[in-house]
């Protein structure tokens, strides 16, 4: 069995695959002052909870944007699984093709979303990821990062706003019924969620003209559901696409070592 783990700045994701079947699937918050011990307790509580044993585990592999915890979740790979965890980065040879100055740059959940979205869409595609800072990517028909854009996420906006407005409090992120709100709640409700559907028409929009005909804009991320319901702009919500890119990715990076002759995964 497969151990993925998409590690962000507020939460982390993690499966476990059976050949390509998702068989469980979790999220917990990322703590970047948690040791190996800890989240290793975590993570096989959590799976012997769903009755897998860490002893099924055959191979690991995490998209993780939190520099800090990379070096942990090896170690807490290493230490509950016995498996050395891949690190997914530019440098690994996952099938996806970058045309951007500078691919270092790209961020590893970003790598595993337009990988998963080409193969599961075609392109040119474009992924929209609401999470911290929502980020839009670009990929081409052929199956290459093109590029994309980062603003901040709906959840940093609110809180951004009623950290620095003295009189402005934090509201659910529900649409108010008529964007000229006549209370405090319903203007910022309308400002944030309405003004966060601008600014994602806005930006796909200006991508489609840049890119051409679409096959597909699908979206992924926490904050998906507070938008993607208002708009005709996004296809298609794919909560899992990060777990799913990540499947295909160690796909990928074993497909050689499994086929080479005396070698095994």
């Known amino acids: 069995m497969l151990l993925v783990f998409d590690v962000s700045n507020v939460s982390t994701k993690f499966g476990v695959y059976d050949g390509d ?27 012997r909870h769903r009755g897998i044993e860490p002893s099924a585990i055959d191979a690991a592999i995490m998209a993780n944007v939190v520099p800090p915890l990379i070096v942990t979740f090896q170690e807490m790979t290493e230490a509950y699984f016995g498996q050395r965890c891949a690190v997914v980065s530019h440098e690994l040879d996952v099938g996806l093709k970058y045309r951007t100055l500078n691919p270092a740059e790209t961020g590893a959940d970003r790598i595993v979303n337009c990988l998963a979205a080409h193969r599961l869409y075609g392109g040119p595609s474009i992924v929209v990821k609401f999470g911290t800072a929502t ?49 405090t709640v319903g203007n910022l409700q309308s400002g944030l969620v309405y003004g966060y559907v601008g600014l994602v028409e806005g930006l796909i929009e200006r991508f489609r003209h840049e890119l051409g005909p679409l096959r597909r804009v699908v979206a992924t991320g926490w904050e998906a559901q507070y938008i993607a319901p208002l708009t005709p702009a996004i296809d298609e919500v794919n909560p899992l696409l990060t777990l799913e890119g990540l499947r295909m990715a160690y796909e990928a990076v074993a497909a050689p070592l499994i086929s080479a002759p005396g070698k095994r995964q």
């Open 21 to 47: 079947r998702l068989v469980a699937n979790w999220r917990i918050d990322t703590d970047w002052h948690q040791t190996a011990d800890e989240y290793g307790l975590l993570v096989t509580g959590l799976m």
């Open 135 to 183: 980020t839009f990517d670009a990929i081409s028909g052929d199956g290459a990062f093109l590029g994309g854009a980062i603003t901040a996420g709906l959840t940093l906006s609110l809180d951004a706003l009623t950290q620095r407005a003295a009189r402005l409090y934090k509201v659910e992120l529900a649409p108010p019924p008529k964007a000229i709100a006549t209370d």
